[in-house]
């Protein structure tokens, strides 16, 4: 149920990234670009519609992108804001740490999701790659060497294994040398929130990395505590020490903006030397 939710939320954002790119399109254009059925087409395009001023669609199944006003402060311009956070954290990740020849796991929501992105976009022919989530394999089957499924391996030409809670013995079979994380929240000594689900897969992940963990989000999820908690510090650190939380600064200008950089900078300050790194 957890994987399936992962897919839906994945393609419901390549949806609306299409949408927003080429401003107007129909429901039998991003079937066919999508390889969908039209019908779970417009449920997702009716989810953006319902939930969010992002999309139209009109009686005749075309889809329209709402204007959009840079001023206007609205969830479309924070969603652009939030969205340039999460490629920066991708541009960074993909510049400054992964290296040829590298195992890594990405495992988590859409911070994830932006660097398998930029990966795919690079072409790192040279990885083996662990992922939870079938567009990242996708999105990176013919760009990386070895690719893995957690918890199944992924074969050419073959079905896709499906997903269990026994990943300690593949990570130790294959070694992974730096992993990547994301989350709903993170606040220092508290630990990292997520859905509950994560909680086995998080700490797999923890113990079987053998160089560093990256836990990776925008400033939005940096002091953020929801009801479920992944896992505390004070078990991460026992599962592993060497770790780095990579975030990014809030947008500067405005009252609200000013409030959410003093609650960050608060945060942020909580945490130990080193373990943080803010873009």
Not at 55 to 79: G, K, M, Q
Not at 181 to 190: E, H, M, R, S, W
Request: glycine share 6%.
């Amino acid at each position: 149920m957890a994987l399936k939710k992962g897919v839906t939320t994945s393609r419901r954002i390549r949806i609306l990234e299409q949408v927003l790119t080429s401003g107007f399109t129909s429901i039998r254009d991003l079937a066919s670009i999508f390889h969908e059925r039209q019908d779970t087409v417009k449920r997702d395009v009716m989810f953006w519609a319902s939930q969010y001023p992002l999309l139209h669609l009109t009686e005749e199944n075309e889809v329209i992108a709402l204007p959009y006003c840079p001023n206007d402060d609205s969830f479309l311009r924070r969603l652009s804001v939030n969205v340039a956070e999460k490629l920066k954290i991708a541009k960074y990740v993909v510049d400054e740490i992964i290296q040829p020849h590298d195992s890594v796991c990405f495992c988590g929501a859409t911070s994830s999701f932006f660097v398998v992105k930029e990966v795919a976009y690079r072409g790192f022919h040279s990885l083996t790659v662990f992922v939870n989530n079938l567009y990242f394999l996708n999105l990176l089957h013919r760009v990386v060497s070895d690719l893995h499924l957690i918890s199944g391996l992924l074969q050419r030409d073959r079905a896709l294994t499906t997903p269990t809670d026994n990943s300690d013995a593949e990570f130790a079979r294959y070694g992974v040398s730096k992993s990547f994380l994301g989350f709903d929240g993170i606040a220092y000594p508290d630990g990292i929130f997520a859905s509950p689900q994560w909680t086995p897969l998080f700490r797999s992940i923890l113990r079987n990395t053998k160089d560093k963990v990256y836990l990776i989000g925008d400033h939005t999820k940096v002091g953020k505590m929801p009801r479920r908690k992944v896992i505390g510090f004070d078990e991460l650190e026992q599962l592993t020490s060497d770790y780095l939380v990579i975030t990014t600064k809030p947008e500067e200008g405005g009252e609200q903006e000013a409030r959410l950089t003093q609650q960050f900078n608060e945060a942020v300050e909580k945490f130990p030397d080193g373990k943080i790194k803010v873009l």
